[in-house]
């Protein structure tokens, strides 16, 4: 499922994104990989971006809040989002993720996105899901492994 966000959605998207990295340095919080700094600014901006588009796939209105960190979910505080510029991401769940709750993979960057699939996260973290890759210690599932959006989207 492919989603094309607005310039004005854009927007949104990269204040709230600028807001969630500033909130992260106000709190001392780094990357889970060492990301640099640049990066972690991007990964920010473009996560709200897949959330902004999530909530357009599903006709939900996104409050693209900034200071809920692993307290509230991302779109309509029922689904959460990971997002990937790469377009054979996987979807990247830690042990601390919330068990019964959808992980939605997004792929792409500003402003075109694609919905890859969707898994729970108890689903997603079992023993052959995990590994270390570029010094990230999580599950990593691969998109043949989550489900179609359809299935999520008739479930809603």
């Known amino acids: 499922m492919q989603i094309e966000l607005s310039e004005n959605e854009l ?3 990269a204040i709230i ?3 969630r990295r500033l909130e992260s340095m106000r ?3 780094v990357g889970k990989a060492g990301q640099p700094l640049d990066q972690m600014w ?3 901006i473009e996560g709200a971006c897949g959330e902004a588009a999530v909530s357009k796939a599903l006709n939900t209105f996104w409050l693209g809040e900034w200071d809920v960190f692993k307290t509230r979910k991302d779109v309509a505080n029922k689904y959460e989002v990971r997002t990937s510029s ?3 991401a ?3 769940l830690f042990p601390d993720d919330f068990d019964n709750t959808p992980f939605i993979l997004v792929t792409g960057s500003a402003p075109n996105y694609r919905m890859a699939g969707w898994l729970l996260g108890c689903d997603g973290k079992k023993n052959q899901y995990w ?3 570029a010094g990230r210690s999580s599950y990593w599932i691969p998109q043949s492994d989550l ?4 299935d999520l989207l008739d479930a809603s």
């Open 11 to 13: 927007f949104q998207a």
């Open 27 to 29: 709190n001392h919080r």
């Open 17 to 19: 994104g600028i807001q």
């Open 131 to 133: 590994g270390t890759r």
């Open 42 to 44: 991007r990964d920010n």
């Open 90 to 92: 996987h979807l990247i």
């Open 86 to 88: 790469y377009a054979s």
């Open 147 to 150: 489900h179609n959006m359809k």
